[in-house]
């Protein structure tokens, strides 16, 4: 069973930034492609980035490219989103999960991912 913690969502003003944790215990997470997804009030969710498992490359909606970037730390077990020159239409409960079999690319389909963590809120305000 892979559970999903993250952390490190919060307040932050106007073009500033955050990291964002996702850890797993239980499992490896390098052996399973993470995306990262967000869900702002009254909408679907945002597929925003991915990493591979095989290669670890990475992929970003046209949202956050150039803003935001993902990375794993194998010995934490964690993968990270750094998040730089925030919106305030980056608001929203940030999420990521896990799946094996998906193969990452620029568009993340929230419909393929099997395991979620329980989404942490960013809001961008003065």
């Known amino acids: 069973q892979l559970q999903l913690v993250e952390s490190g969502g919060g307040s932050v003003q106007p073009g500033g930034f955050l990291r964002l944790s996702c850890a797993a215990s239980?499992?490896?997470?390098?052996?399973?492609?993470i995306g990262w997804f967000r869900q702002a009030p009254g909408k679907d969710y945002e597929g925003i980035g991915c990493?591979?498992?095989?290669?670890?490359?990475?992929y970003y909606s046209d949202s956050v490219k150039g803003r935001y970037s993902i990375s794993r730390n194998s010995a934490k077990n964690t993968v990270y989103l750094q998040m730089n020159s925030l919106k305030p239409e980056d608001t929203a409960v940030y999420y990521c999960a896990a799946d094996r079999q998906y193969e990452c690319s620029t568009y993340v389909s929230s419909s393929f991912f099997r395991w979620w963590g329980q989404g942490t809120q960013v809001t961008v305000s003065s």
């Open positions: 990493i591979s498992s095989t290669d670890g490359s990475t």
């Open positions: 239980g499992v490896a997470l390098d052996n399973y492609a």
